[in-house]
C-alpha cells in the first residue's frame, strides 16, 4: 500500500473494524455457545458466557431424534447437483452472450434476471401439481432441478460479467493460431475464467443451500435436505433454546466452514460487474 | 468479428439456458394464469367454475392488498437503504490498513451463510423474546421496559432480521470495487488538500454507482421473494404481511387457488415493474 | 411424441423410482410436540415386531399442516400415515380423502374411545382417524400464589373469579403476570381461545344463513374482556404469546393462571421442566356468570391414512399399535402414567394408576363438558367449539386472529378489531361462494 499511516490510525481502524465485525458474527457465536448449554442456561438472566458446564447432551437429543447425516447428504446432494448442472447450462450461455453479443444480447439477459421474480408461492400449486405428474415430488432430482432453475439466471449473470472481462484482443490471437472453437473455450477462455466460475459456484451452493421453500414444499422424508430439519426443532414444547442452537448450529456449519475456507475465491469473483 | 459459423454455435450454446428458462417461467405462469380465471378451491373439489376476472377484482380490492404493497416496498426499500449505506461505510473501513484484515472479512461475511430459516429462529427467539431473548437481558440490566420487537416494532425487526443477512453481500460488492480505486487518484486529491469526506464524496461514491446499482439489483430480486423470515417470526401479524405473504395465506391457508394465482399474476406485474425500472438503470450501466 | 404421452412416460418412469423407494417403508408426518417425538422413539419396538421400517417427516405444527393439506388436496401421495385434528378429520373424510378405520382389529377396541373424541373424528358413523392424545382446556394456577393472595379457586370458576384471581395475584415488581394466555395469532393459536371466550359469553361466528356475526355485541363484550385481562394481568409482548411461550413462562414460575390445553398438565406438573411442579392447581373451563356455556373447547391429534397410499394395511398396523391400550402402557412402563397421551381411550381414565395422577380426574371433566355439536348459545350451521368446521376457516380464522393479535399489542381496539375481522370474514365467505 503506498498511503501511509500512523500506528495510532491502524490501531483504531483495527478496533472499530474488529468491534463492528464481532457485533455483526455476535448472533451466529451466541447461537454456538448456547448449543452447549443446558436449557435453563440458555435463557438465564444475566447471561452466561463461556464459563458454564459444557456440554453435548442437545446435540445428543438432536441427532437421537433425526437422522443428521441424511439430511446433510441430501443437503450436498441438492446444493451441489443444482450447481453443477446450472454450471453445465450456464456457462455456454453466458460465454456466447460475452464473445458474440448480438443486439439481443441485453434483452436475453435482463428477461433471464426477471424470470428470477416470479414469486414462487405464486407457481406452488402449478409445480407441484408437474411434480405429481412427473413423480418428482420428494426426489432428489426434482428438487435439484428447481433449484438449478431458480439460480439459473444468476449464475447466467455472473458469469457473463466474467467472461466479458476476459479481453478480446486474446481471442483473436488464439483463433490466428488457429485455435477451434474447442480448443477456445477449453484452452484459453477456461483458464482465464476460473475465478469467476469457482465464485459463481460458490455463491450458487450457498443460494441452493439456504433454500427454504422449494426445499420444504417438495419434500417428505426421502430427499429432504436441512431446511427441513430445521423445521422440525422450530417450536417445541417447552424450554427449546438449547436445542434450537444444537440444531441450527448443525444446519448452518457446513456451510459456514466452506464459505470461510472458500472466501477468498468467493470474494475474488462476486463481483457481477461491479468493478469495471 | 464474429464469424458466422461462430455466431450459430453461439445460439446453439445460449439455446438449453433460454429454452429450461422459457419452460420454468411459461409453463408454471400459463397454469397460473388459467386457476386465477377459475373458481378454484381444493377443500370443495377443485375446479368449480370460470368467473372471468372476479378473483383479480377481489383481491385487488380486499382491505389486505394495499397495506400488503406497502409493507413489500418498507421491506424491500428498508433494508435496501440500510445495507447499501452501511455497506459502504463498513466497505470503506475494511479498505483502510488494519491488523487482521482476514479476520474481520470473516466474522463480517458469516451472516450471508445462515440459512434464512435458522436466522429468523435465532432472532426471534434467542434475540428478541421480551421475556428470555438476550436484547430484553440487556434492556432490563440498563433499567428499560424491553422492547416487545415482534409486535411492537415488528417492521423494524423484519427488516433488522433481512438487513444483517444481506449487509455481507452488499459489503464485499462494494468492498471489491472500492479496492478497484485507482490509489494515485486519492493521493493526488490528498495532495491537493482536499478533506476525507470530500474525497469520499467526490472520487469514492461516484466510483461506487456501478457496484450501488448492482447490490440494489440483485437484493431486490430476492427482496420482493422475502418469505421465512416472516413466516417463522410474526407470520404476517402487525403489519408485516407482505404481497408474497397474502398470496400464501390466500394459497395454503384458504385454500383459494383461483384467488391466489390471481394475486400470482398482480406479484409478477409487480416485479416486473420493478425489474423495467432497475434494468433500465442498469442497462445503461452495463453499457458504460 | 406428444405432450400427453411423454407426460405418461415421465409418469411411469416416476412411478417405477417411487415403487422402488417405498416397499415396506411407511412414511409418517406428525407434529414436533412432546408425545409424537415419545412415540418415535419407541416406535422401534413397533418396526421390530412388525419388520415394517418406518420414515419419519417431524415438522412444527404451522408447516406440517400446510404440507399435509398441500398433498392431500393435490393426492401428492407423499405420506402414508399423516397427524391431523379434529378439524380436518371430517372436511377430508367428506371428501373421500381418507381411508376409514374401520378395518381396525376388534381388540382394538373401538368403542373405548372416548365418546367426544370418536364422534368428532367420525364422519358418517366411521371413524377416519384415530386419536394419538386428546385435550379440551382448562384453568392451570398456581396454589401458592392463591394462598398467598388468600383466595381459593372454586372448581368451576366463572370469568368474574378469574379476573379477580388475576388481579390479586400479578405482582409486575417479582416479574409474576396474573395470567398468560394465548394472544399469537392463527387459527388454532389464538382464535381457539378467543373463540371459546366468545362462545361463553354468548356469541356465534354465524348465524344459520352463515352471516358472519362479529359486529354482535356479545363478542365485543367477550373481545373486550379478554382484552382487558391480558392488558392488565397478562406478560409482556402477549400478542406474540402462543401455546409454548406461555407454556415456557409457566414453566418459570411467572404466571398465576394459565388457561389452555388439558395435556398442558403433564407438563408444567413435571418436576424436570417446571419449577412450580408442586404448586399447580386445576378447575374447568371458566363460564360467564349466569350463562351455562364453558369456555371448553375439544381437540384431537389423529392418526389418519390417505386416500391411494400404497401401504394402506401397513399404515392401518401403525395406527392399530400408536393408539393401542398397549401402546399406553408401554409409555407407562417406560415414563411413568403421567407421561401417557391423554384424552383418547375410556378405559385409561378408569385404570386405578391413573387415577393418581393429578389432572387425570379434571381432565376427563373437562373433555365430557365440550360439545362441539352444540357450541354456542344460538343455534348455529356448523360444528365444532374452538373452530368452524368449514375449509374455509383456518383462511379465516387465522386472519382474524392477525387483526386480535394487533389489538393485544395496543394497536387496535376491540371495537376495530371486530370490525376488521367482521369485513375480512364477510369478504372471504363471499370469496368461497356462500
Known amino acids: 500500500m503506498a498511503r501511509s499511516v500512523t500506528t495510532q490510525r491502524k490501531t483504531l481502524n483495527t478496533v472499530i473494524a474488529w468491534g463492528i465485525g464481532l457485533l455483526i458474527f455476535f448472533p451466529i457465536l451466541w447461537t454456538i455457545l448456547t448449543s452447549f448449554k443446558t436449557e435453563a442456561q440458555a435463557i438465564a438472566d444475566p447471561p452466561v458466557w463461556f464459563f458454564f458446564d459444557w456440554t453435548l447432551e442437545n446435540y445428543r437429543v438432536v441427532q437421537e431424534r433425526s437422522n443428521y447425516s441424511r439430511f446433510l447428504w441430501n443437503s450436498v446432494i441438492i446444493a451441489g447437483g443444482s450447481t453443477l448442472l446450472g454450471m453445465m447450462v450456464a456457462i455456454p450461455a453466458a460465454w456466447s452472450m460475452a464473445f458474440v453479443p448480438s443486439t439481443q444480447t441485453k434483452n436475453i439477459l435482463l428477461w433471464m434476471l426477471s424470470t428470477k421474480m416470479l414469486p414462487a408461492v405464486g407457481v406452488l400449486y402449478p409445480i407441484y401439481l408437474i411434480f405429481i405428474q412427473l413423480g418428482l415430488l ?130 475474488r469473483g462476486l463481483t457481477f460487474g461491479a468493478v469495471k | 468479428m464474429a464469424t458466422k459459423a461462430s455466431r450459430s454455435a453461439a445460439r446453439l450454446m445460449l439455446a438449453p439456458a433460454v429454452i429450461l428458462l422459457l419452460g420454468w417461467m411459461l409453463v408454471p405462469l400459463t397454469m397460473t394464469l388459467i386457476f386465477s380465471f377459475q373458481r378454484y378451491l381444493p377443500m370443495r373439489g377443485g375446479f368449480l367454475d370460470w368467473v372471468g376476472f372476479e378473483n383479480y377484482v377481489r383481491f385487488v380490492t380486499s382491505s389486505a392488498f394495499w397495506p400488503a404493497v406497502q409493507a413489500t416496498l418498507i421491506i424491500v426499500g428498508g433494508v435496501l437503504l440500510i445495507t447499501v449505506i452501511l455497506g459502504i461505510l463498513l466497505a470503506v473501513l475494511l479498505d483502510q490498513p488494519m491488523w487482521g484484515q482476514g479476520i474481520v472479512r470473516i466474522l463480517v461475511i458469516a451472516p450471508f451463510f445462515v440459512m434464512p430459516t435458522v436466522s429468523g429462529l435465532v432472532w426471534k427467539n434467542m434475540f428478541m423474546d421480551p421475556n428470555n431473548g438476550l436484547l430484553s437481558h440487556l434492556w432490563r440490566f440498563f433499567g428499560a421496559d424491553p422492547i416487545i420487537w415482534l409486535s411492537d416494532a415488528s417492521m423494524a425487526s423484519i427488516i433488522l432480521i433481512v438487513s ?72 404476517g401479524s402487525f403489519g408485516t404481511r407482505t404481497l408474497t405473504y397474502l398470496i400464501y395465506q390466500r394459497v395454503l391457508e384458504s385454500q383459494n387457488v383461483g384467488l391466489g394465482s390471481a394475486g400470482g399474476i398482480y406479484a409478477v406485474i409487480l416485479a416486473n415493474i420493478f425489474a423495467l425500472f432497475l434494468m433500465r438503470i442498469v442497462g445503461k450501466n452495463l453499457d458504460r | 411424441m406428444s405432450l400427453r404421452k411423454s407426460l405418461y412416460a415421465a409418469t411411469a418412469m416416476g412411478l417405477i423410482s417411487a415403487v422402488g423407494a417405498s416397499a415396506d417403508t411407511l412414511t409418517i408426518a406428525t407434529v414436533n410436540n412432546g408425545d409424537m417425538i415419545r412415540m418415535q422413539s419407541l416406535s422401534s419396538e413397533f418396526t421390530e415386531a412388525t419388520g415394517i421400517a418406518l420414515e419419519w417427516v417431524i415438522l412444527e405444527e404451522n408447516i406440517l399442516r400446510q404440507r399435509v393439506t398441500q398433498d392431500i388436496a393435490t393426492s401428492g401421495g407423499q405420506f402414508d400415515v399423516m397427524t391431523i385434528g ?345 370469496a368461497a361462494g356462500y
Open chain 1, 138 to 267: 420428494d426426489s432428489r432430482i426434482g428438487l435439484t432441478l428447481v433449484l438449478m432453475l431458480i439460480n439459473l439466471p444468476i449464475m447466467v449473470w455472473m458469469l457473463y460479467t466474467y467472461f466479458k472481462e476476459i479481453p478480446g484482443e486474446i481471442l483473436e490471437a488464439a483463433r490466428m493460431d488457429g485455435a477451434g472453437l474447442r480448443q477456445e473455450i477449453l484452452y484459453v477462455l477456461t483458464p482465464m475464467a476460473i475465478p469467476g466460475i469457482a465464485s459463481t459456484m460458490l455463491l450458487n451452493i450457498i443460494l441452493a443451500w439456504n433454500e427454504a421453500f422449494w426445499t420444504l414444499n417438495l419434500t417428505a422424508a426421502r430427499a429432504a435436505p436441512l431446511t427441513a430439519f430445521i423445521a422440525s426443532y422450530s417450536s417445541p414444547e417447552g424450554l427449546f433454546y438449547a436445542k434450537l442452537s444444537a440444531a441450527s448450529t448443525m444446519a448452518i456449519a457446513p456451510i459456514l466452514i466452506i464459505g470461510w475456507f472458500s472466501q477468498k475465491q468467493l470474494v
Open chain 3, 86 to 430: 379434529m378439524y380436518e378429520t371430517p372436511i377430508w373424510a367428506a371428501r373421500d380423502w381418507l381411508v376409514s378405520l374401520d378395518g381396525l382389529p376388534d381388540d382394538y377396541d373401538i368403542d373405548d374411545i372416548l365418546p367426544a373424541m370418536r364422534a368428532g373424528l367420525s364422519h358418517e358413523g366411521s371413524l377416519y382417524a384415530a386419536p394419538f392424545y386428546g385435550e379440551s382446556s382448562m384453568v392451570m394456577y398456581r396454589t401458592d400464589l392463591m394462598e398467598a393472595a388468600g383466595l381459593e379457586m372454586p372448581e368451576a370458576p366463572t370469568w368474574d373469579d378469574i379476573a379477580e384471581a388475576a388481579a390479586a395475584m400479578t405482582d409486575r415488581d417479582n416479574n409474576i403476570n396474573g395470567i398468560c394466555i394465548r394472544g399469537r395469532a392463527g387459527w388454532g393459536e389464538n382464535m381457539a381461545f378467543i373463540t371459546t371466550v366468545a362462545n361463553s359469553f354468548g356469541a356465534r361466528w354465524f348465524d344459520e344463513d352463515w352471516n358472519a356475526q362479529l359486529d354482535s355485541p356479545e363478542w365485543l363484550e367477550a373481545v373486550t374482556f379478554y382484552n382487558d385481562l391480558l392488558q392488565n394481568y397478562g406478560p409482556a409482548g402477549a400478542a406474540n404469546n402462543g401455546f409454548n411461550e406461555n407454556l415456557t413462562l409457566f414453566q418459570q414460575g411467572r404466571c398465576g393462571m394459565w388457561i389452555d390445553a388439558t395435556v398442558a398438565a403433564s407438563f408444567v406438573t413435571n418436576p424436570n421442566d417446571s419449577t412450580v411442579a408442586d404448586h399447580v392447581g386445576f378447575a374447568l373451563a371458566p363460564n360467564k356468570d349466569g350463562m351455562d356455556k364453558r369456555a371448553n373447547w375439544l381437540w384431537a391429534w389423529a392418526l389418519a391414512i390417505p386416500a391411494g397410499t400404497q401401504q394402506e394395511a401397513a399404515a392401518m398396523e401403525f395406527i392399530n399399535w400408536a393408539t393401542s391400550k398397549e401402546y399406553l402402557e408401554l409409555v407407562a412402563e417406560r415414563e411413568g402414567w403421567a407421561n401417557v397421551p391423554p384424552g383418547s381411550r375410556t378405559s385409561l381414565y378408569e385404570n386405578p394408576d391413573y387415577a393418581e395422577v393429578p389432572f387425570a380426574a379434571m381432565t376427563l371433566q373437562s373433555i365430557n363438558a365440550a360439545d362441539p355439536n352444540n357450541p354456542t348459545v344460538d343455534p348455529v350451521p356448523y360444528v365444532g367449539i374452538q373452530y368452524v368446521a368449514i375449509p374455509e376457516w383456518a383462511g379465516i380464522g387465522t386472519s382474524a386472529g392477525q387483526e386480535f393479535s394487533a389489538m393485544v399489542a395496543g394497536q387496535l381496539t376491540p371495537e376495530q378489531a371486530l370490525q376488521r375481522a367482521q369485513a375480512l370474514v364477510t369478504d372471504e365467505m363471499e
Open chain 2, 164 to 235: 444483517w443477512q444481506w449487509l455481507p453481500f452488499a459489503t464485499l460488492i462494494l468492498l471489491t470495487a472500492i479496492q478497484s480505486l485507482d490509489s494515485e487518484q486519492i493521493e493526488a486529491a490528498e495532495m491537493d488538500g482536499a478533506s476525507a469526506l470530500s474525497r469520499f464524496w467526490h472520487i469514492v461514491l461516484p466510483h461506487l454507482a456501478r457496484a450501488i446499482t448492482i447490490v440494489i439489483l440483485i437484493q431486490t430480486i430476492f427482496l420482493l421473494a422475502i418469505f421465512a423470515e416472516i413466516f417463522v417470526t410474526t407470520q
